[in-house]
């Protein structure tokens, strides 16, 4: 059996490339640049909770830093650094190594430093905090929306819910729109590049993870705004066109949660940015609503009627 | 039932005093000064591990930061900014105000800002991310000291460890000793106004959550030196005295852990400033050994023969 110091070692060492001191000290030391705000993220994710107990370490590794950096992403930042904290009920090093590699390949990829974090025995639980940064100032957050902005949302909505569903026998889906949606679910694509270049063009930020009504909802709320959202215009997975107005498909676009798409705010008059942006990023990005005077979030349909909704996304208390 | 964002809002969302952006958004952003590093530590804290499943939460609070905290004291980081995780069983109320006001009372002591954190379901999980603050440079670390230093360590070892040897029926203690050993145990005390002091004066420095020889290890290994430390010099519990050379006393004050006391190598020619840092903290230093060339933690005796020890520190996984 390893020991914790080894595990460490073997794991979750990898080179680093901006950092002062990472790992093997009683803590990390890195340099935030001149001119630059320092952004902090944390996750927790629970075995069985977050992700079903079977699931793919690999594709846990991925998640667990994907949920913070899709929230550096939505502030606009740049992501640099990270911690990863993991207990786990046993040194199962075939489940680590395969952890290890889902984390280390997307902190590669965005060039993310692990600096460092803690490993120890116990009920399954990966505790992530990402760091970034950004220009001072120029964080995009909840709080800046403004009536007469339009509401866009990236991607598309609803996958993750669907694969929950299905893997909960809520409903039957095509092999390949349940892989489509397992992908999601397993693999969120952090929104980075286009949470950079809507820097000086969006007002408010946020990233779904609660599900748009409840993520569009903490803008409002923090703006001191309404939105009003056309359900005809939220984009919707492919299967949606099949399954026509499905109670448990709009429950799964507009609540499900875990999409980790952006959702922002811009003028009207910046549409040609936000589209040049998104087009930069390769990500593609839809109006699907508008912010007005008021409170709380509607969805109306093509009639101008308010949606009902069984609950507004997703709390770990309820 | 209070739901996950209530939680927040009543028991998590203090008043910040230095700090851009504190929770309510996707990340925190806050501001390094310039010409300062910044140091980040993290540990996990997993009920009926770390600390027992009826410890008071008050303590568990104090004692997830306080841990923490420690680890910037041995870097001799200025405390600025936490991020706390937890995952609960229960939305159980009493516990969390208890746990909320162990934590920030500690955290106002020191002036550190909670920025930022999340809650979830699950079983009793803590995770703590401190951030501080170092001059560029200056950040004690392990890989400083050099044979010819003396070594050091603040307060008395092994309180906790018989604190813990105590509860599992392994030894008897006066009812005052218990006590005594269970406060140090349940309220760590980080030395931050020492490790500040000690700033251009120590070689290398750490803290002690492993053990003694466990941690002085960790030096000796990455500043390629070895350590003999003088088992006479040790500052023991009081109840030692009573106690001779039991070996369960010995172990504890050896490799015990949960000490949360610095172990710190100076040059013989700094032994003054060391006790005038130790002063100006109010914080007792004691030498108890030296810095030798080789490798490896010998503990000797009176007569100078090398003390056997059954496990050199804490290892969560063996």
């Given at each position: 059996?390893?020991?914790?110091?080894?595990?460490?070692?073997?794991?979750?060492t990898?080179?680093?490339?901006?950092?002062v001191?990472?790992?093997?000290?009683?803590?990390?030391?890195?340099?935030?640049?001149p001119?630059?705000?320092?952004?902090?993220?944390t996750?927790?994710?629970v075995?069985?909770r977050?992700?079903?107990?079977?699931?793919?370490p690999y594709g846990?590794?991925?998640?667990?830093?994907?949920?913070?950096?899709?929230?550096l992403?939505?502030?606009?930042?740049?992501?640099?650094?990270?911690?990863l904290?993991?207990a786990?009920?046993?040194?199962?090093?075939?489940?680590?190594?395969?952890?290890?590699d889902g984390?280390?390949?997307?902190?590669r990829?965005?060039?993310?430093?692990?600096?460092?974090?803690?490993?120890?025995?116990?009920?399954l639980?990966?505790?992530?905090?990402?760091?970034?940064e950004?220009?001072?100032?120029?964080?995009?957050r909840?709080d800046?929306?403004?009536?007469?902005?339009?509401?866009?949302?990236?991607g598309?909505l609803?996958?993750?819910?669907?694969a929950v569903?299905?893997?909960h026998g809520?409903?039957?889906?095509?092999?390949?729109?349940?892989?489509?949606?397992?992908e999601?679910?397993d693999?969120?694509?952090?929104?980075?590049a286009?949470?950079?270049?809507l820097?000086?063009?969006?007002?408010?930020?946020?990233?779904?993870?609660?599900?748009?009504?409840a993520?569009?909802?903490?803008?409002?709320?923090?703006?001191?705004?309404?939105?009003?959202?056309?359900?005809?215009?939220?984009?919707?997975?492919?299967v949606a066109s099949?399954?026509?107005?499905?109670?448990?498909?709009?429950?799964?676009?507009?609540?499900?949660?875990?999409?980790y798409?952006?959702?922002?705010t811009?003028?009207?008059?910046?549409?040609?940015q936000?589209?040049?942006?998104?087009s930069a990023a390769g990500?593609?990005?839809?109006?699907?609503?508008r912010?007005?005077a008021?409170?709380?979030?509607?969805v109306v349909?093509?009639?101008?009627?308010?949606?009902?909704l069984?609950?507004?996304?997703?709390?770990?208390?309820?």
């Amino acid at each position: 059996v390893l020991s914790e110091f080894e595990l460490i070692a073997r794991y979750f060492t990898p080179p680093t490339t901006h950092t002062v001191l990472a790992g093997g000290d009683d803590a990390a030391l890195v340099h935030v640049a001149p001119g630059m705000e320092l952004v902090v993220s944390t996750d927790m994710l629970v075995g069985g909770r977050h992700f079903f107990d079977d699931a793919d370490p690999y594709g846990v590794g991925h998640k667990s830093l994907a949920v913070n950096l899709s929230d550096l992403a939505a502030m606009g930042a740049t992501p640099r650094w990270a911690t990863l904290s993991i207990a786990l009920p046993a040194a199962d090093q075939t489940w680590i190594a395969s952890f290890a590699d889902g984390f280390l390949r997307l902190a590669r990829l965005f060039d993310v430093d692990l600096i460092g974090g803690d490993t120890t025995r116990g009920p399954l639980n990966i505790c992530v905090q990402a760091m970034g940064e950004v220009p001072a100032g120029a964080a995009l957050r909840r709080d800046g929306a403004q009536a007469g902005d339009e509401v866009w949302v990236s991607g598309t909505l609803g996958e993750a819910a669907l694969a929950v569903a299905h893997r909960h026998g809520q409903l039957e889906l095509p092999a390949q729109a349940v892989a489509h949606a397992r992908e999601r679910l397993d693999f969120p694509q952090p929104r980075v590049a286009l949470g950079l270049g809507l820097r000086g063009v969006a007002h408010a930020m946020i990233d779904i993870s609660d599900g748009l009504v409840a993520d569009l909802g903490h803008i409002c709320e923090r703006s001191g705004v309404a939105a009003v959202v056309q359900w005809e215009a939220v984009p919707k997975p492919a299967v949606a066109s099949r399954r026509g107005e499905d109670p448990l498909l709009r429950q799964c676009v507009l609540a499900g949660g875990d999409d980790y798409e952006l959702c922002f705010t811009a003028p009207a008059s910046r549409g040609r940015q936000v589209l040049d942006a998104a087009s930069a990023a390769g990500v593609s990005v839809t109006r699907v609503g508008r912010i007005e005077a008021g409170a709380s979030v509607t969805v109306v349909d093509a009639a101008g009627h308010a949606l009902q909704l069984e609950r507004g996304g997703y709390d770990h208390f309820r």
